[in-house]
């Protein structure tokens, strides 16, 4: 009796440590596809952007139209977001540790974001030049 015990306790045992190994890891990657009518495949540049310690570093990045812009969030125990205040020009939902959102830079012009999840103190400032 007392194996069958032991070998049911370790079962569950793994059970548990598999299951909370598995909701550590979460597998979602936040990269949605970006707005139509930016700059795409013709051989735009990258610029990135680094999340990082409840900040976006730079503050302020600046590019040309057409240019892929990519934020990374490297802070592994906190999900963001990259949201225009104007809650319309570009939005990435939730941004795992880890997980990367692009943008491509279609439409000219100053835009201020924020993180929804930790609001306007986490804030940052694209300007996209014609």
Do not use: R
């Not at 240019?67 to 809650?87: F, L």
């Not at 012009?109 to 030049?129: D, K």
Request: charged residues 10%.
């Amino acid at each position: 009796m007392k194996k069958k015990y032991f070998f049911s306790l370790c079962a569950l045992i793994s059970f548990i440590v598999i299951l909370a190994i598995s909701c550590g890891k979460s597998s979602y990657n936040s990269t949605p596809t970006p707005p139509a009518g930016g700059g795409g495949g013709g051989g735009a540049a990258a610029d990135a952007v680094s999340i990082n310690g409840m900040s976006f570093s730079p503050k302020t990045l600046t590019v040309a139209k057409g240019t892929v812009v990519k934020w990374t969030n490297n802070d592994s125990y906190s999900s963001h977001t990259v949201t225009s205040n104007d809650g319309t020009s570009f939005d990435s939902k939730t941004i795992v540790g880890g997980g990367v959102y692009s943008y491509t830079a279609s439409t000219a012009g100053t835009f201020e974001y924020h993180c929804t999840i930790h609001g306007m103190a986490m804030a940052g400032t694209l300007i996209i030049n014609p």
